[in-house]
């Protein structure tokens, strides 16, 4: 048996990038022979891909934990780490990305749509890379950082061109059968059909998709039956086919009641007035059915609707219908932009890649951005002379300029990053940039210790109730 799932929580984790590698060149009467650590290897994204040949999410139902390969360290003699390898999923056409909130990321249809769901770490940089005339031979390198992980949802709508919408039993399966080359299960009792069905349609010069969906009963929208759950896969659906059974035995039941019951139902689920619809009046073969047909077509069409008499079994009128079905979706066809083969979608960043923010809340001061937050992952801080290159990067960019503009005074805490992942340090301020203080290699007192957060905040606190002495050096950097 084929199971199908058509939603599935999937948590990926790209690959994180390689460490760059501190070294010197060594060789025969020539011990120092200048910095030849190479840069770290990338780690792999991960990354969804359109693949038509795939139909359901099992696979991901199966295994919802995916991770790309990291990236390998860089070595000495100036060796650059492997790049992780990117790690392909191939989804199925038509799977939404949505992220834990339930916001949708990308929209993936049409061979080959790309999505990066989780982008590989950045390998760091080797030593021989940061060297500069000012730091001849750096003493260190920079970290690789940390592949992306992120927690999804993939949810599967179906990309037919028709969806057939109707109580149980009211014969859309059928018609499917006779309408295209597919088997669907047909059977006299109601909820046979327990996914949507596909089937592929030939009218003239036109081919299209038809698709049902599990029948619908009053009350589906609060989980009657089997629900509103698979209407999603009529979301994308161009034209909506009401297939109305002329031959029901149930009392209480005809034609336009059923026909308001599904209108009301799928008014309930939402998003679906703009579709064309129209109507199938289904069962035509048997004479009452026939019969009923004949009286309720002129209520139908005076609500403006296109009415098709049919039978499944007795193939009556399917040819009509079938090219009235074409003449709609080559209509919508038509009128929609027309796509690229291969979209690549691209999730916005969220946070500027040139800005930082500085903010103050009850005394700490807080840095938020995409540089200073990826300059502390990159950050040795058991490497003395590492974290010295960090303060100068920040000085560069103007982090401690603006915390002298926002107010922050020496030893006052600095937080860098979020709540979660913050590096702590207390302030010292430089008088005249910071590129020049590093005088002596491997010793910077700026970056002194990196705390937890509650830890720098009771000292803080300490220090602000009784006035006692800092109990910390000062940095004099002409020292
Ligand atoms: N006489 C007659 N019977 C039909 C016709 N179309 C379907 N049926 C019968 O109606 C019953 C239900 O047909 P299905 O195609 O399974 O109905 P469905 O709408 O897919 O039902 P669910 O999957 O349960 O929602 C079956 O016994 C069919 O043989 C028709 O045109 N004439
Ligand atoms: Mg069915």
Request: a negative charge; glycine letters at 14%.
């Amino acid at each position: 048996m084929t199971t199908f799932v058509d939603r599935v929580e999937l948590h990926v984790v790209a690959g994180n990038g390689g460490h760059g590698c501190a070294s010197v060149h060594r060789e025969k009467f020539k011990p120092l022979g200048g910095p030849d650590g190479g840069d770290g290897g990338r780690g792999g994204d991960v990354v969804l891909v359109v693949d038509p040949d795939v139909t359901t999410l099992l696979e991901y139902h199966h295994r919802p934990h995916r991770k790309a390969t990291n990236g390998k360290p860089g070595g000495g003699g100036n060796r650059t780490g492997a790049h992780g390898q990117d790690l392909v999923l191939p989804v199925p056409d038509g799977t939404v990305v949505l992220d834990g909130r339930g916001e949708v990321l990308a929209d993936l249809v049409g061979r080959g749509t790309t999505f990066v769901a989780g982008q590989g770490g950045r390998g760091g940089l080797g030593n021989a890379a940061l060297a500069s005339p000012r730091r001849k031979a750096p003493g260190f390198a920079l970290l690789g950082e940390p592949g992306e992980g992120r927690d999804i949802v993939l949810e599967l709508k179906t990309v037919a061109d028709i969806a057939l919408v109707g109580y149980p039993s009211a014969g859309k399966s059928s018609l499917i059968s006779v309408l295209s080359a597919a088997k669907p299960k047909i059977a006299d009792y109601p909820f046979t059909t327990l996914v949507p069905n596909l089937g592929v349609v030939t009218a003239g010069s036109t081919v299209y998709t038809v698709a049902d969906v599990p029948g619908l009963i009053p009350g589906a929208s609060q989980g009657k039956g089997l629900g509103l759950e698979f209407l999603r896969h009529v979301e994308r659906c161009s034209v909506l086919v009401h297939v109305l059974d002329c031959a029901t035995l149930e009392p209480d039941r005809d034609p336009l009641t059923d026909l308001d019951v599904i209108e009301a139902e799928l008014a309930e689920y939402g998003g679906l007035d703009d579709r064309p619809r129209l109507v199938v009046l289904n069962k035509t073969d048997i004479p009452e059915g026939q019969d009923l047909a004949d009286i309720v077509r002129p209520d139908l069409e005076a609500r403006g609707l296109r009415v098709f008499d049919v039978s499944a079994v007795s193939r009556k009128g399917l040819r009509d219908l079938s090219y009235a079905l074409g003449g709609l979706v080559a209509e919508a066809r038509a009128a929609k932009p027309v796509e690229e083969a291969t979209r690549v979608v691209i999730r916005p960043r969220a946070v500027n890649d040139s800005g930082f923010t500085v903010t103050e809340e009850d005394g700490l001061y807080r840095v938020r951005g995409e540089k200073p937050e990826r300059w502390v992952r990159q950050t040795d801080f058991t490497n003395d002379e590492a974290v010295g290159y960090l303060a100068d990067r920040l000085n560069r960019l103007g982090v401690e300029d603006e915390l002298r503009r926002v107010g922050a005074r020496e030893g006052d805490g600095v937080a860098i990053g979020s709540d979660e992942d913050a590096v702590i340090f207390d302030w010292e301020p430089s008088l005249s940039g910071g590129a020049e203080m590093l005088g002596r290699r491997g010793e910077d007192h700026r970056l002194e210790t990196v705390r937890p957060a509650e830890e720098r905040r009771r000292e803080r606190e300490a220090r602000r109730g009784d006035g006692a002495q800092r109990e910390f050096e000062e940095f004099n950097p002409f020292d």
